[in-house]
């Protein structure tokens, strides 16, 4: 019976280093448009694993474009997640009475009301061309 050889330890092999890093660029991207500050937090591990994948799939002379792919992809969901917290940290207390409206909204033209007043306070709040975004994303 032989033991298996293993790596030395904080060393993984290269390929799997280039799949996770793709892999957990991915999800950042997925998890910034359900919660931005997850994502935020998600792109950071995943721009950390494709950098630390570079080095590993250089030295094993296999292709580097899983650990680019990460790295590009984790930087899109990076600078969206930013975008994304930063705009909700801004409109705190007008998305707080939102949710607070939403609450009480028992029906669908309610529902819309609520929106509407969210949509109101905002556009006193951010520029006009902000406002033309949030307003194709109305329900």
């Known amino acids: 019976m032989s033991t298996p050889v293993q790596a030395p ?3 993984q ?9 793709i892999w957990l660029s991915i999800a950042a991207l997925a998890m910034t448009f359900m919660l931005p500050l ?10 950390v694993a494709g ?11 296999r292709p580097t474009g899983t650990a680019v792919g990460g790295i590009t992809v984790s930087s899109l969901a990076l600078a969206l997640s930013l975008m994304a917290t930063g705009m909700q940290l ?6 707080s009475a939102y949710q607070e409206c ?18 109101d306070s905002a556009q006193r709040k ?5 406002l033309e975004v949030l307003g194709s994303m109305q329900p």
């Open 38 to 47: 997850a994502g935020l937090v998600m792109a950071l591990f995943a721009l």
């Open 90 to 95: 801004y409109l705190m207390d007008e998305y």
């Open 51 to 61: 950098i630390r994948a570079l080095p590993l799939l250089k030295g094993a002379g």
């Open 9 to 11: 330890a904080g060393q």
């Open 102 to 119: 939403m609450k009480g909204a028992g029906t669908v033209s309610s529902q819309g009301e609520c929106f509407t007043q969210f949509r």
């Open 13 to 21: 092999p290269a390929e799997s280093a280039g799949r996770r890093a």
């Open 126 to 130: 951010l520029p006009p061309d902000v």
